[in-house]
């Protein structure tokens, strides 16, 4: 019953790349999605967001993407950084429901030099 | 300084014995949760606290109490504790819990291993 799915595991790019993280929800009331950083023994810290009403939000070097339609939403990493190495989190919750964020299980990105 | 802290970072014991983690944050937040990341990584919410209330309980063993003293700290308790609950423990806090922008600032997690 996992509603926020992280379906690739790793991920390897090279530095300067692009890198594009995907993560697919199955519950449409959701209306707010988060990413997460986190580096080995230290706890997730907060990367990026986006509402529903919206299909981009862009912060830096990163972006996120949303297309309701397909539950589906991307972090793109442009251009990534040896220190982007790290797992990303997926995360998603509905708006005033009192129902904790829903995480997905994280992706690992490795940025070689 | 450290937003959210929690202690200890690592927690090594026998099966059948009973444990706590504390956890503190000094921003200001009302609201405070612990998550558990599993063996398969993920992070599953187990309780949350507003302003020291329990309004998230999620299907935890009641081997497992959340004690909140005051909006600050949310302490875990875990009574008896089996093989199975050997995983990372999250602790984290939010300005508030139903706020459309609600974001999380986590702590360094604590790892139990129990043998």
């Known amino acids: 019953d996992q509603q926020v799915k992280q379906n690739s595991p790793s991920l390897s790019v090279q530095e300067g790349r692009i890198s594009i993280l995907n993560c697919d929800y199955t519950?449409?009331?959701?209306?707010?999605f988060l990413w997460y950083k986190k580096y080995p023994a230290e706890g997730p810290t907060f990367l990026i967001s986006?509402?529903?009403?919206?299909d981009k939000n862009e912060d830096g070097r990163f972006t996120v993407f949303l297309n309701k339609s397909a539950k589906h939403l991307s972090l793109h990493i442009v251009p990534s950084q040896p220190g982007d190495s790290a797992v990303y989190f997926c995360?998603?919750?509905?708006?005033?429901?009192?129902?904790?964020?829903?995480f997905g299980k994280g992706t690992s990105l490795l940025v070689t030099p | 300084d450290t937003a959210v802290s929690q202690t200890p970072k690592y927690l090594v014991t026998q099966m059948g014995n009973d444990k706590s983690i504390k956890c503190e944050q000094n921003?200001?937040?009302?609201?405070m949760y612990w998550y558990k990341q599993d063996s398969k990584k993920f992070l599953k919410i187990m309780f949350s606290?507003?302003?020291?209330?329990?309004?998230i309980n999620e299907t935890v063993p009641n081997r497992f109490s959340p004690k909140s003293p005051d909006k600050a700290h949310l302490n875990l308790h875990i009574n008896s504790l089996e093989l199975g609950d050997s995983a990372v423990y999250f602790c984290?806090?939010?300005?508030?819990?139903?706020?459309?922008?609600?974001?999380?600032?986590f702590g360094s997690g604590t790892q139990l291993s129990v043998l």
């Open positions: 984290a806090s939010s300005r508030e819990s139903t706020g459309a922008n609600e974001k999380l600032f």
């Open positions: 519950n449409s009331m959701f209306d707010y």
């Open positions: 986006i509402s529903s009403i919206k």
């Open positions: 995360a998603a919750r509905i708006s005033n429901s009192g129902y904790a964020l829903n």
């Open positions: 921003l200001g937040h009302d609201t």
């Open positions: 606290y507003n302003n020291k209330e329990l309004i």
